[in-house]
């Protein structure tokens, strides 16, 4: 029985290493001006997303708390929570001292998301009610169109 050749071996192991390096979602650096909703995948209209900042940043005004809701097309293959955890510590989504942000991340084509949430804001939104209310608020709504 011959061996294949060297050659061979690290021709398969470049090939499989880049795949897989060249499949993972890369976070992209943070907007110069972050407004709470990053809309990647063009999901909502001008209008929907000016009405969505209007509301949370106002809420982030009277609470302190600040909510980014990214909308991407894919994950590539990433996990969805660890992309929302990754996008927050990258972005710095919360005061960095009180780390109290949440990340809503969306991912249209693949059909999921996440809600992800700093320490100071674990008290109130638990990981059971962020599944909550992705199972019985959200998930609902995007099945019928009603982003």
């Given at each position: ?18 795949t897989f390096v060249s499949a ?124």
């Open positions: 029985m011959k061996l294949p050749s060297l050659k061979l071996v690290f021709s398969f192991l470049f090939l499989c290493f880049y993972q979602y890369s976070i992209p650096d943070k907007p110069a001006v972050l407004y709470p909703v990053f809309d990647e995948a063009n999901l909502l209209s001008e209008q929907e997303k000016n009405d969505l900042n209007k509301k949370l940043i106002a809420f982030s005004d009277s609470t302190s708390t600040e909510i980014e809701v990214i909308i991407i097309k894919s994950t590539n293959g990433e996990d969805v929570n660890f992309l929302a955890t990754m996008f927050g510590e990258k972005w710095g989504i919360g005061q960095k001292d009180v780390d109290n942000g949440v990340v809503f991340l969306i991912a249209t084509e693949d059909h999921t998301m996440s809600i992800q949430q700093g320490r100071a804001v674990e008290q109130y939104l638990t990981a059971s009610v962020a599944g909550q209310i992705l199972d019985y608020i959200v998930t609902p709504h995007f099945k019928q169109g009603e982003w």
